[in-house]
């Protein structure tokens, strides 16, 4: 951004786009980011949950027969020949214990790793020793649902997999309307951000979710502003629904007959230089990838009045109506008026060009 110390003027650089056919296919749907280009696990099964630290276990041992290492001679009276151990927790250093086995890593291991390694030691002790690992708590393998759901909570996955909306599910659901909700996933340090409807509707968005990820809902107010000659200036809302740039014109109560020019209807919005590319615009004297637009409607021709109603509005847009010239020259001849009324007969003359000009204006 220059400032110019001399006329005060921000001097920021923008694009100017006449809104048309040509350009109407690259403005037509409001741009939504991805989870599966970001995290990938829209297909295929579901990921394999390793165990973790703070998962409770218990450890089962069977044997071939009788009169081994953990079953006793008359074990002929019992139901089974296994015993159980008492459940225990991975601990801080990813171990867990077994008798005449020792200390066994566990944490970031599938348990079946585990299983074959507790069977390999005991191999030389017990008779034949067949081992069942059994996760009675998975405390390393929630995820934590936050922010606009009915029931913020952390959830257990299960082995089975749970998907981005089956957690969400599981949480309550959203409590906010499903076009204002954006649903963000936090994995190991990266980010990305969906909107909840483009989540529901495309199966190959609804990603795995994986031990340790967060999941932010936030509802986003979708607002855009409108000033100038326009039946209402101010902030307006999109509500539960999608705007259409002729129906954020007729929100916002559409053009003044008396103050309005129609072929001077303007869209500020900042678009990427890569949507820009698109359209064969240089965008090599900007210094970010963020360009300022402005998009022009010239609302004098009839089959802009098609365009605008396919051209989607994104929120934080800012629309601006401008005046007719005759309008601006009205003003001009009223503020003579209020300063001249010494001189003789210049109010007079004032009023009645201001009038004429208001008849030729209309």
């Known amino acids: ?137 998975r405390k390393s393998s929630q995820v934590a649902v936050l922010g606009d759901v009915n029931d913020p909570q952390k959830v257990e996955i299960s082995s089975g997999g749970e998907r981005v909306l089956d957690v969400i599910s599981t949480a309550g659901g959203i409590s906010a309307p499903g076009i204002e909700t954006y649903i963000t996933l936090q994995r190991n340090g990266r980010t990305a951000t969906i909107s909840y409807n483009k989540l529901s509707n495309s199966p190959s968005e609804n990603i795995y979710v994986a031990p340790g990820d967060t999941i932010f809902v936030n509802r986003e107010r979708r607002t855009f502003l409108a000033f100038g000659a326009s039946g209402a200036n101010g902030r307006f809302d999109f509500e539960e629904s999608a705007l259409s740039l002729g129906e954020a014109l007729a929100k916002s109560g559409g053009l003044l007959d008396n103050r309005a020019e129609p072929a001077q209807v303007v869209l500020y919005r900042t678009v990427d230089a890569k949507t820009l590319h698109k359209l064969n615009i240089d965008t090599s004297s900007f210094q970010t990838d963020e360009i300022p637009v402005v998009f022009r409607a010239n609302m004098r021709d009839p089959s802009s009045f098609f365009a605008v109603q396919k051209f989607a509005m994104q929120d934080k847009d800012i629309l601006y109506v401008s005046n007719h010239d005759s309008v601006e020259l009205i003003k001009f001849l009223d503020i003579v008026n209020s300063v001249s009324s010494t001189a003789s007969g210049v109010s007079s003359d004032v009023v009645a060009t201001r009038d004429a000009v208001r008849e030729i204006a209309n």
Not at 44 to 67: C, H, M, Y
């Open 1 to 137: 951004m220059k400032l110019s110390t001399k006329d005060k003027k921000v001097g920021i650089d923008y694009v100017l786009i006449d809104i048309n056919k040509t350009m109407l296919g690259y403005f037509q749907s409001e741009t939504v980011s991805s989870l599966k280009d970001g995290f990938g696990g829209g297909r295929g099964g579901a990921p394999t949950i390793p165990l973790g630290v703070g998962d409770a276990v218990e450890v089962s041992i069977f044997e071939a027969q009788a009169g081994g290492l953990f079953i006793p001679s008359d074990a002929g009276s019992r139901p089974g020949n296994f015993i159980t151990l008492p459940a225990q927790q991975i601990d801080s250093n990813g171990s867990i214990s077994v008798p005449y086995a020792g200390r066994i890593r566990a944490a970031g291991r599938a348990k079946e790793q585990v299983e074959r390694e507790i069977e390999d030691l005991l191999a030389n002790r017990a008779i034949e020793p067949q081992v069942v690992i059994t996760v009675t708590e």
